[in-house]
């Protein structure tokens, strides 16, 4: 058995870490003395364990509290599942390396780094920086596979599409700056933005996917999320709202 100090000391955890696990609901003691000493015994340890596993996966407190606590956990699952990702965050890991060991030789007279291999880490980096941004929300949210997915149609995109896509998207954001110009959602800018950003979006997204609703549930979401609606609110005050408006327009037309 050992008391809070002690497993803190075993641990590299704060007695204070493990006050808030037990508050939480996370790490209860086996016991506490009439000295108010919290005793953890092999089950806590062997359970303490498995929450420091997580949560240098990144997995959230919350989260795993409830994965811990669920009847009939599959620990081993769940340890197979965060093992790809650990795998898969090892192999972006080396390719970056590898990316900044050939800027560096570049950079420094040796072997020249091929524009092929620049676009290559370039679509890399801007998978990880979306994982970053938006991975855990749009996994919860959709699950692994379509988040795989848009990052599988990104990585996999030729030079040509890629160049499309930007061109596309800053078509639809300029359309859509003139549109909220004019203050009219169903006229030929605000029908050209609406356009351009669901061919934008069939970049990311299976063709399948981007049917009437879903374009219009998504860009009403960009008014639901701060993150998204700073975006569209820096292209012209009013936007998010009016860009629904828009959609909304656009499809009612098609109809």
Same mark, same amino acid.
């Given at each position: 058995?050992?008391?809070?100090?002690?497993?803190?000391?075993?641990?590299?955890?704060?007695?204070?870490?493990?006050?808030?696990?037990?508050?939480?609901?996370?790490?209860?003691?086996?016991?506490?003395?009439?000295?108010?000493?919290?005793?953890?015994?092999?089950?806590?340890?062997?359970?303490?364990?498995?929450?420091?596993?997580?949560?240098?996966?990144?997995?959230?407190?919350?989260?795993?509290?409830?994965?811990?606590?669920?009847?009939?956990?599959?620990?081993?699952?769940?340890?197979?599942?965060?093992?790809?990702?650990?795998?898969?965050?090892?192999?972006?890991?080396?390719?970056?390396?590898?990316?900044?060991?050939?800027?560096?030789?570049?950079?420094?007279?040796?072997?020249?780094?091929?524009?092929?291999?620049?676009?290559?880490?370039?679509?890399?980096?801007?998978?990880?920086?979306? /994982?970053? $941004?938006?991975? @855990?929300?749009?996994? %919860?949210?959709? #699950?692994?596979? !379509? +988040?795989?997915?848009? &990052? *599988?149609?990104?990585?996999?995109?030729? /030079?040509? $599409?890629?160049? @499309?896509?930007?061109? %596309?998207?800053? #078509?639809?954001? !300029? +359309?859509?700056?003139? &549109? *909220?110009?004019?203050?009219?959602?169903?006229?030929?800018?605000?029908?050209?933005?609406?356009?351009?950003?669901?061919?934008?979006?069939?970049?990311?997204?299976?063709?399948?996917?981007?049917?009437?609703?879903?374009?219009?549930?998504?860009?009403?979401?960009?008014?639901?999320?701060?993150?998204?609606?700073?975006?569209?609110?820096?292209?012209?005050?009013?936007?998010?709202?009016?860009?629904?408006?828009?959609?909304?327009?656009?499809?009612?037309?098609?109809?």
């Amino acid at each position: 058995m050992y008391t809070v100090k002690e497993l803190a000391q075993k641990t590299g955890l704060t007695p204070r870490t493990l006050r808030y696990y037990d508050a939480i609901g996370l790490l209860h003691p086996a016991r506490a003395t009439g000295n108010d000493y919290r005793l953890y015994g092999p089950q806590e340890i062997d359970r303490l364990e498995q929450i420091l596993l997580y949560r240098a996966m990144g997995v959230p407190l919350e989260e795993i509290r409830h994965m811990l606590d669920a009847p009939g956990f599959d620990r081993a699952g769940a340890l197979r599942g965060h093992l790809e990702r650990l795998l898969e965050r090892r192999r972006e890991v080396e390719e970056l390396i590898h990316m900044v060991c050939r800027t560096l030789e570049d950079m420094e007279g040796g072997s020249h780094m091929s524009d092929k291999e620049r676009f290559e880490s370039m679509k890399r980096q801007a998978v990880r920086e979306n /994982e970053a $941004a938006y991975g @855990q929300e749009v996994r %919860e949210k959709y #699950g692994d596979e !379509a +988040a795989d997915s848009c &990052a *599988a149609r990104v990585t996999g995109m030729t /030079e040509e $599409a890629w160049n @499309q896509m930007k061109a %596309e998207e800053e #078509g639809y954001q !300029a +359309a859509l700056r003139r &549109a *909220a110009a004019s203050g009219d959602p169903a006229g030929v800018d605000a029908q050209e933005a609406v356009r351009l950003h669901g061919q934008w979006l069939g970049h990311f997204w299976k063709p399948e996917a981007v049917t009437p609703q879903a374009h219009i549930a998504l860009i009403e979401m960009y008014g639901q999320d701060p993150r998204f609606a700073d975006y569209y609110e820096a292209i012209a005050p009013g936007c998010t709202a009016f860009f629904a408006k828009a959609a909304q327009a656009y499809y009612e037309k098609k109809d």
